[in-house]
């Protein structure tokens, strides 16, 4: 039994996706477990760049089974926009990619609520990508929400506007007028037009039962990788509350996302950037705001694959890394972007005073470490990098007591260094 996890261990965007497609051909099958379309893996080879916001990043090997689990949530506008792009690279993704039944639709008016509840917040928003993944959420907890699944009934229509009528009374008691909202350029109601149609598209693939597949393939030795999104410091129970998202990002997600056993799960690579990232507001202890901010932003292109937002930078907070890596069990370290630092005299690292408050926005101190001034990213061996560069991995390891295997010094999918044997 053998299930191996990808896990982003900051605020997201580092660089899950490429870690998960170079993976992938050691396995059978690639999972998604939690989140939706506010998700961007961004995949480069050939020189192309293919971002995925619901379908696993495993897709692009035509051999591999793709599975979305019932953890995550589902835009049919979406998801049917990510397959005409993987059509257009001539992949099939009817092939080989399974929807779990239980996983929950995200409806026209989830995007809604979602556009509604953060103007409320007025100066005190969370920042939310307006995806209606929240609402979403939330309709599934009130149990309320509608499973794929449920789309295949006979009175799914009755199911449809049972719950449409339920938010659009509470829109209406807002004194909000539901048809001059815009989705996407669209009045509401066009929109909800589209999202119908996607989704008689989308119930055209393969809507199983996750759990039997799983369970199954456990049995006969398989290999499976299960992805996550977003990061660990954006959990709904262990983030930066109420600043984070609204799963599970963590590895306890993995085993209600996907129904499987906590005792199959063996490797856990934790992903992270060289330095820290965030969208939208929330507690940032090692945020920049200078120069060296902006030329992280531009080296690094900090900005939303989903939402194309302005990435706050800083530097890697070594003591939010040590609680990831200590909330997710993690194994194996992977560095991302350690050649968006190239150009650095110096780098610093982040520590926290009082590291019983892993969120304390302000007592930080800085560990200086001296730059490489040295370009890395056409480095083909990991005993070629820069004498202090491998010290400032080295530090990273002994103050984690995790081992780095993998570390990116580029874009494509060709530019990672294999440090050991994986």
């Given at each position: 039994m053998s299930v191996d996890v990808v896990l982003g261990i900051q605020w997201g965007d580092e660089g899950k996706g490429k870690i998960v497609d170079i993976l992938s051909p050691n396995y059978d099958i690639?999972?998604?477990?939690?989140?939706?379309?506010?998700?961007?893996?961004?995949?480069?080879?050939?020189?192309?760049?293919?971002?995925?916001?619901?379908?696993?990043?495993?897709?692009?090997?035509?051999?591999?089974?793709?599975?979305?689990?019932?953890?995550?949530v589902i835009d049919p506008v979406t998801f049917i926009n990510e397959i005409n792009e993987l059509k257009a690279i001539n992949l099939n993704p009817k092939n080989n990619l399974y929807i779990s039944s239980s996983a929950h639709l995200i409806l026209p008016i989830h995007r809604v609520l979602d556009y509604i509840y953060e103007k409320q917040k007025g100066d005190d928003k969370i920042g939310s990508t307006l995806r209606g993944i929240g609402p979403a959420y939330t309709d599934k907890v009130a149990r309320r929400g509608l499973p794929i699944g449920f789309s295949l009934l006979k009175d799914f229509e009755k199911l449809y506007k049972e719950l449409n009528d339920f938010h659009i009374n509470y829109i209406k008691y807002t004194g909000i007028d539901i048809n001059e909202i815009e989705i996407e350029g669209l009045r509401f109601r066009e929109y909800e037009d589209q999202w119908l149609g996607a989704l008689a598209l989308m119930k055209e693939f393969k809507l199983v039962s996750v759990e039997n597949i799983l369970h199954r393939a456990l049995s006969e030795n398989k290999k499976i990788l299960a992805e996550g999104a977003q990061g660990s410091l954006l959990d709904i129970d262990h983030g930066t509350y109420p600043f984070v998202t609204s799963s599970n990002t963590t590895i306890g997600g993995v085993c209600t996302g996907l129904g499987i056993p906590h005792n199959s799960i063996n490797k856990v690579y934790g992903v992270t950037k060289a330095y820290c990232t965030r969208v939208g507001n929330g507690p940032f202890p090692s945020e920049l705001h200078d120069d060296i901010s902006k030329e992280l932003q531009n080296r690094g292109n900090e900005f939303g694959s989903t939402t194309g937002r302005p990435r706050r930078c800083g530097w890697l907070d070594l003591s939010l890394l040590k609680y990831a890596i200590n909330l997710n069990g993690i194994t194996d370290l992977v560095l991302m972007k350690v050649d968006v630092l190239d150009s650095f005299d110096k780098i610093f690292v982040a520590e926290h005073i009082n590291e019983q408050n892993p969120f304390d926005n302000s007592e930080i101190k800085l560990i200086e470490f001296p730059g490489w001034q040295m370009d890395t990213s056409s480095i083909n061996n990991y005993y070629n990098l820069p004498e202090n560069l491998k010290k400032f991995i080295d530090f990273i390891e002994k103050s984690t007591s995790v081992s780095i295997t993998m570390i990116s010094i580029g874009p494509s999918r060709e530019q990672i260094l294999k440090k050991i044997n994986i």
């Open positions: 690639v999972c998604r477990f939690q989140g939706g379309p506010n998700a961007g893996h961004t995949i480069i080879f050939d020189g192309k760049k293919h971002i995925l916001h619901t379908i696993p990043s495993g897709i692009f090997h035509e051999n591999i089974l793709n599975i979305i689990g019932n953890g995550v």
